[in-house]
């Protein structure tokens, strides 16, 4: 056998050789995969477990933050109010009314500004064992006064489960058919009364709502608080608006040296409108009747002199027997419109009307008391950029007593706001 020959027959007798060779290497490296696998995943495993060491440890050292589960908001209005009398006006040199006492001889027209009506405010929200808990705290500067102003609480109070508890509008306010106003004061007619109260919400229905409330009054004081209902009809174009109240008024005596109360109840009701005519037409209305209170609808608020050897104020006066209060009756009207002309331009108008009932007793024996409150205004504003607003209104008023003394006035507020 030549050379040849015996190669090829030592490779074909090597050739099982070389495929059991094979074999056992295949099954060694997928070993050594398998354990390299198996190896990754220990070490993943355990990079894991000290990550979260390092968190828990982390959350044991860090110091607890109340504000950790609290959603903020922080909110405000920044706003340069200026009026222009063409009639002088008495007392305050920023009046906050748009029909204040008029002087008999006007002194010349006279111009004020204030940044005092500049508002702060902040929303609070935190979800507690399943439940909603919602806060509000808001304040402005506002004295009804030119000039730096003092700070001053608008709203404070806790809402949840339908409660509410601290200061807000009262369910007497009618801001759901506002018509908007140059003024900070509003249009007279509506009212934005803000007092400490407990109330609860019923929502029956998306479009229903009743809020029925204890408000506390800070003025004639009595012995509970007074007795609040609103209910807010709102549905695609209509609002509607029912409200009504009632409270406890008196007065102590002394009579023969000895303290004596007189006390009476005040009542109220409400009822207003607003209907949206076209995206950029909707007509506003609103009217009240109230006795013997003066608190809850602004503009109706008087002061009176001494009668019958007692303080006599907007709302009651004591008869001349001491016996009873003569108390004050008033209907208030007002009407608005208002009308988007761009995106940049949009303007209100609006007529108000207070009837003071000069019937009553309270009216003979306060001669000197407002008996009729007109106004007639219209405004427009201007958007120049996003939450900058320009504005200019114009009123005309007219004041009556019960004594059948009148006087009028003109003028022109202006105000420009940045809402943040």
């Known amino acids: 056998m030549n050379f040849k020959m015996k190669h090829i027959a030592l490779v074909v007798a090597l050739m099982p050789l070389n495929q059991a ?20 995943q220990q070490r993943v495993q355990d990079v894991q477990q000290v990550q979260q060491l390092q968190e828990t440890a982390q959350k044991e050292t860090k110091k607890p933050s109340v504000y950790s589960d609290t959603d903020i908001k922080f909110y405000g209005i920044v ?56 806060a509000k705290i808001e304040m402005d500067f506002w004295d009804g ?28 306010s ?21 007092l400490p109260q407990v109330r609860y919400n019923f929502n029956l229905a998306p479009a229903h709502n009743i809020k029925v409330a204890a408000e506390y009054v800070d003025t004639r004081a009595s012995e509970i608080p007074a007795v609040t209902a609103k ?17 406890e008024k008196r007065a102590t005596l002394k009579v023969d040296g000895q303290e004596k109360d007189i006390d009476k109840w005040g009542w109220g009701v409400g009822l207003g409108f607003k209907y949206k005519l076209s995206p950029v037409n909707s007509i506003q209305a609103h009217v009240y009747h109230v006795e013997g209170d003066q608190k809850f609808v602004s503009y109706t608020q008087q002061s009176g002199g001494t009668l019958n050897g007692y303080s006599s104020g907007g709302d009651f006066s004591v008869n001349a027997e001491q016996n009873d209060l003569d108390q004050n009756k008033v209907n208030t009207y007002v009407l608005g419109y208002s009308h988007k002309l761009s995106e940049q331009w949009r ?43 320009v504005g200019l209104e114009y009123h005309h008023g007219e004041r009556k007593q019960f004594d059948g ?9 202006f105000v420009t706001t940045y809402k943040f």
């Open 231 to 247: 209910y807010v009809y709102n549905k695609d174009d209509l609002t509607l608006v029912t409200q009504g109240f009632a409270h």
């Open 21 to 40: 060779f094979a074999g056992e290497v295949e099954s060694r490296i997928e070993a050594l995969e398998a354990k390299f696998s198996q190896l990754e």
């Open 145 to 172: 006064l030119e000039g730096n102003g003092k700070l001053r609480l608008r709203h404070a109070y806790v809402d949840f489960d339908n409660w509410l508890i601290g200061q807000t509008v009262s369910n007497m």
């Open 347 to 389: 303007t209100n108008f609006a007529a108000s009307l207070i009837d003071f009932d000069s019937s009553t007793s309270y009216a003979r024996n306060n001669p000197t008391m407002n008996k009729q409150l007109s106004d007639i205004a219209a405004n427009i504003f201007y958007t120049p950029v996003q939450n900058v607003d």
């Open 79 to 134: 706003r340069v109010d200026g009026a222009i009398d063409f009639k002088d006006t008495a007392s305050p040199q920023f009046v906050s009314g748009q029909i204040p006492s008029v002087d008999y001889t006007p002194a010349g027209n006279r111009s004020a500004f204030t940044i005092t009506a500049t508002r702060l405010g902040m929303d609070m929200a935190k979800k507690i064992k399943g439940t909603d808990v919602k």
């Open 174 to 194: 009618n801001l759901e058919t506002l018509t908007e106003s140059v003024d900070y004061t509003l249009f007279m007619g509506y009212s934005w009364t803000r």
């Open 405 to 413: 003394k009148s006087f009028d006035i003109s003028r022109v507020n």
